[in-house]
Antibody
Framework: EVRLLESGGGLVQPGGSLRLSCAVS????????MTWVRQAPGKGLEWVSS????????YYADSVRGRFAISRDNSNNTLYLQMIGLRPEDTALYYC?????????WGQGTTVTVSS | QSALTQPASVSGSPGQSITISCTGT?????????VSWYQHHPGTAPKLIIY???KRPSGVSNRFSGSKSGNTASLTISGLQADDEADYYC???????????FGTGTTVTIL
């Protein structure tokens, strides 16, 4: 059974930092690209960032480029999202997804709240 | 990286069919056959229901079908059921600059 379990969310002040993690099981993690998607309160889904299977290539939405960094540890089946310079508009539920041109498995999400 | 355009809401009676449009540009939907659709019941994780424009994952009802013409993709739900009431999002690959682009989302209401 495929499982994706996000963690690391919480309440942070504007300008602060957080690192999200996504522990994966049930498939060969190193063979697939991975993607973070977020949903702000009352808003739609927004693609945040993707990383190739090897981790050599990364991609970012304009809204987070330069502030967020996606990475992965294929030895420990874990995906990360390092977030710095957080803004109130980054407040959202962050989902980790398995990506093979389409996002076929999703975690339950971890909530990030940016507020003073 | 502009969002793909979907109608905000669509409604239908049980047993009827509805179609949700997803309009992009020649930089995404119009060029790549990498359009996917997701069903999202609030409080749960989104679920993939269509990928590659018209393919259904294993276990997804054949009441869901997808198509594309030019810069517009469409999702059709036939034989509407109560459980189909949810939010629906399209998504397209947009090349290495935009990578993934989601639609604005459509709320489906069963009358």
């Amino acid at each position: 059974e495929v499982r994706l379990l996000e963690s690391g969310g919480g309440l942070v002040q504007p300008g602060g930092s957080l690192r999200l993690s996504c522990a994966v099981s049930g498939f060969t993690f190193r063979d697939f690209a991975m993607t973070w998607v977020r949903q702000a309160p009352g808003k739609g889904l927004e693609w945040v960032s993707s990383i190739t299977d090897s981790g050599h290539s990364t991609y970012y939405a304009d809204s987070v480029r330069g502030r967020f960094a996606i990475s992965r540890d294929n030895s420990n089946n874990t995906l990360y999202l390092q977030m710095i310079g957080l803004r109130p508009e980054d407040t959202a539920l962050y989902y980790c997804t398995k990506d093979q041109g389409h996002m076929d498995f999703w975690g339950q999400g971890t909530t990030v709240t940016v507020s003073s | 990286q502009s969002a793909l355009t979907q109608p905000a809401s669509v409604s239908g009676s049980p047993g009827q069919s509805i179609t949700i449009s997803c309009t992009g540009t020649s930089n995404d939907v119009g060029t790549y056959n990498l359009v996917s659709w997701y069903q999202h019941h609030p409080g749960t994780a989104p679920k993939l229901i269509i990928y590659g424009v018209s393919k259904r994952p294993s276990g997804v009802s054949n009441r869901f079908s997808g198509s594309k013409s030019g810069n517009t993709a469409s999702l059709t739900i036939s034989g509407l059921q109560a459980d189909d009431e949810a939010d629906y999002y399209c998504c397209s690959y947009g090349g290495t600059s935009a990578f993934n682009v989601f639609g604005t989302g459509t709320t489906v209401t069963i009358l």
